[in-house]
């Protein structure tokens, strides 16, 4: 079996971090979402990957690289337009040959793996299984609708009046019948061929789709709101562990990991929290849920469930919270009344908040 990860895309939701970086290396918890994404290919046992790339494909490649780290081996796939996941399994048909195949979208977030799932179509004879989890507001998604067996009767795409509350999360296995449909179906109106139309042509052929229900926490981390809560959720579970220096007078508490290099010197922390390696905190507080990326500097700053990224530094500020920071960005402190501030900063900005 293989895998085929979708990490092209232009990650509108989250611009403008995503002007310069790729959406699917955004850390959660100092790791990128792609690397959980990728650990967990491996983990079910599948090793042969194709990774679709876009604008971004030269970042995710030096993320990567072979796969070798992750005991995969990578072959890129480059696609020259976002044009929809049925035409990333189009232009991977020399890479998948006739081999089943999970797909897996690169910025989906999955605490407890895949490896049900790809057991679980291994044993089947389905030409397809999808992921999918119930969620309170369907008609924001891809719906499934099952038969009495747990077939997939019929998909509806952010429906306004949805059959059910099943979303369809984007991790799909395939048999080798899928090639035969994404050459079959015609573009939506959006100009993509989408994968749910090659599955409904599935469905209406009379082949065999199932369901699988997530049996853990999944989200899309394409918004502020759900990169924070995956990092919230990976942080809960982190241990605590102490690679760096700490000064006699500061105060650690809860979970918190410092990385090599990085200092903390008259500062609280209060986990759970995950500085990285060479930061420096000074004269700060770090509050729960908030992960502070490798050689940035805090100092005479307050910081809580927040990501701040790799060279940032974050000056003066007194309340800094629900903020996604991201690479190489400077945030100080200009002159006037207190406030709490929340942002989503590109990378190489510069910003003055009253603070």
Not at 25 to 36: D, I, R, S
Not at 133 to 147: N, S
Not at 259 to 282: H, Y
Request: net charge negative; proline share 5%.
């Amino acid at each position: 079996m293989k895998a085929l990860v979708l990490a092209g895309g232009r990650g509108t939701r989250l611009r403008p971090l995503t002007h310069t970086s790729a959406k699917q290396l955004v850390p959660v918890a100092n790791k990128p979402v792609l690397y959980y994404g990728l650990e967990a290919i491996r983990d079910a046992g599948v090793t042969s990957v194709g990774i679709i790339t876009g604008d971004t494909g030269a970042e995710v490649r030096e993320a990567v690289g072979d796969g070798s780290r992750f005991g995969l081996d990578v072959t890129y796939i480059p696609q020259d337009a976002p044009l929809g996941l049925a035409h990333c399994v189009l232009i991977a048909r020399e890479f998948l040959a006739d081999d089943p195949f999970v797909m897996y979208l690169g910025d989906n977030f999955l605490v407890g793996g895949i490896s049900d799932l790809v057991d679980a179509f291994r044993r089947g004879s389905y030409d397809a299984q999808i992921l999918l989890t119930k969620v309170a507001e369907p008609q924001f998604y891809g719906v499934a609708e099952l038969g009495p067996a747990g077939e997939i009767v019929a998909l509806q795409e952010k429906p306004a009046a949805p059959r059910s509350d099943l979303a369809i999360v984007g991790v799909y296995s395939f048999s080798p019948a899928i090639h035969e449909a994404v050459r079959a179906i015609r573009p939506s109106a959006r100009g993509e061929l989408e994968i749910t139309d090659a599955i409904q042509w599935l469905i209406g052929q009379g082949r065999s789709v199932q369901s699988h229900m997530v049996s853990g926490y999944w989200k899309d981390t394409g918004r502020l709101q759900d990169l924070l809560e995956c990092n919230r959720m990976v942080l809960e579970s982190v241990e605590p562990a102490n690679r760096g220096t700490v000064d006699g007078l500061s105060e650690i508490t809860g979970r918190v990991v410092i990385e090599p290099g990085a200092v903390v010197e008259d500062s609280v922390l209060r986990g759970p929290i995950v500085v990285g390696a060479d930061a420096k905190i000074q004269s700060s507080y770090i509050g729960p849920f908030t992960s502070i990326g490798p050689r940035c500097v805090v100092q005479d700053a307050e910081v809580e469930y927040s990501i701040v990224l790799d060279d940032s530094s974050v000056h003066g500020v007194s309340r800094l919270a629900h903020s996604l920071i991201g690479r190489n960005v400077e945030v100080s402190r200009a002159e006037g009344t207190p406030n709490t501030y929340g942002l989503m900063v590109g990378d190489h900005s510069r910003i003055q908040v009253r603070a």
